[in-house]
């Protein structure tokens, strides 16, 4: 989900794993500097079997949200190491942020309990960054300093609770939302916001006539969860904002499935 700043400035959603090209600004040793950046979001399922596509994609981006990691904690240097050992960093320094949902003596490393996330950073133009306690382990969220210690820009990656029809699965998204209204209460005035992920929840592209539209075919509670959360906050949703050449947003290559 990529976005920009509320109040003046709308703020973007998107679970899209197309890039969305920004600026911010950065104070140099003779002023201002507006930097063109790229944020990219992508689910894979598992870090290990896509992380040579990953890095590749720094040639064109900045910063890279990533869900569904499925990294055990005693293996979160996995991302850092590889990034250190790749030819990318002979151009680029590079710093990763994440969290793992699984346990150390987790059989299985499939399916969506496991999810995780992290955030990669390029190291360049005097920027810096330190991670913000998002207070939920389903969401990580970073702050852009400038070469002077400023905030400039916070990049928010979330990665939410399926629907399958139970209060808890409904309780645990409302949780999730309300990390991140507190992220924007208390950033909201001072820097930038940027939400990437995956939301697991779809959204209407037309204008909402009924309360109960989320009962329609394709939504439920969760889209209508997420789309109070856009509304109340004054979101744009950048998925409806550009053409996505894909049809489907995800393709299983082994079993040739698209979804």
Request: charged share 20%.
């Amino acid at each position: 989900m990529n976005g920009q700043s509320r109040v003046n400035n709308p703020e973007h959603v998107t679970t899209t794993t197309e890039s969305n090209a920004s600026k911010i600004s950065t104070t140099t040793g003779t002023g201002i500097k507006e930097l063109t950046i790229s944020v990219e979001s992508f689910n894979f399922h598992g870090y290990k079997q896509s992380f040579d596509y990953i890095l590749s994609r720094f040639v064109h981006t900045y910063f890279m949200c990533l869900c569904e990691t499925w990294v055990r904690p005693s293996e979160l240097s996995l991302i850092q190491n590889n990034i250190d050992s790749h030819e990318i960093s002979n151009v680029n320094s590079y710093v990763v942020f994440y969290k793992s949902r699984m346990s150390e003596d987790d059989e299985h490393s499939t399916g969506r309990l496991y999810g995780g996330v992290a955030i990669i950073c390029k190291v360049n133009d005097g920027l810096s960054y330190e991670i913000i306690n998002s207070r939920n382990s389903r969401i990580l969220t970073v702050l852009i300093k400038d070469r002077y210690d400023r905030p400039i820009h916070i990049i928010l990656c979330a990665y939410m609770h399926y629907f399958d029809g139970s209060e808890d699965q409904n309780e645990e998204f409302l949780t999730c939302i309300d990390a991140m209204q507190v992220i924007i209460n208390e950033y909201n005035e001072a820097v930038p916001i940027k939400f990437l992920g995956d939301f697991n929840a779809q959204l209407p592209r037309s204008k909402v006539t009924s309360n109960n539209w989320y009962k329609s075919k394709g939504f439920n509670v969760h889209s209508r969860l997420l789309r109070d959360f856009i509304v109340g906050n004054k979101l744009s949703i950048v998925d409806f904002m550009f053409y996505q050449k894909t049809s489907y947003t995800y393709f299983n290559i082994s079993r040739n499935v698209r979804k």
